[in-house]
């Protein structure tokens, strides 16, 4: 299976940030999802250490992107993107998967 998320260009920046702050060679990021929120599943999008056999990685420039395979059925056709606004803002997932999500975003109920 490919990566189960697309990854927006937009999301390069901050992580590039991220990355020179922390002074780091390479980025390892996990995205997924966790048991909670308003909603019933919370979004997770972290810096890792490493990834695991069982993960699905991608690639974007000098970043990795991890996802494990629990999340990915719950993800799959997702987007990941940077949203700038100064309310609300960060990154967030555009999630065909979503019966409906929070008012916030950050969680969401699975179809």
């Known amino acids: 299976m490919n990566f189960p998320i697309s ?3 937009n999301v390069l920046k901050p992580f590039e940030s991220i990355k020179k702050k922390k002074n780091l060679d390479k980025l390892i990021v996990r995205v997924g999802v ?13 810096i890792d250490n490493q ?3 069982s993960d699905y990685s991608y690639f974007y420039q000098d970043i ?16 990941l993107f940077w949203d700038s ?10 999630n065909p998967n979503a019966k409906r999500s929070c008012g916030c975003g950050t969680s969401f109920t699975p179809k």
Do not use: H, M, T
Request: aromatic share 12%; with cysteine; proline share 4%.
């Open 85 to 94: 606004s100064l309310l609300g803002g960060g990154f967030k997932f555009k």
């Open 64 to 79: 990795q992107f991890i996802c494990d395979p629990k999340s990915a059925e719950f993800l799959s056709g997702s987007e």
């Open 34 to 46: 966790r048991g909670g929120g308003c909603s019933g599943l919370e979004y997770v999008c972290k």
């Open 51 to 53: 990834s695991k056999e």
């Open 7 to 9: 990854i927006n260009p």
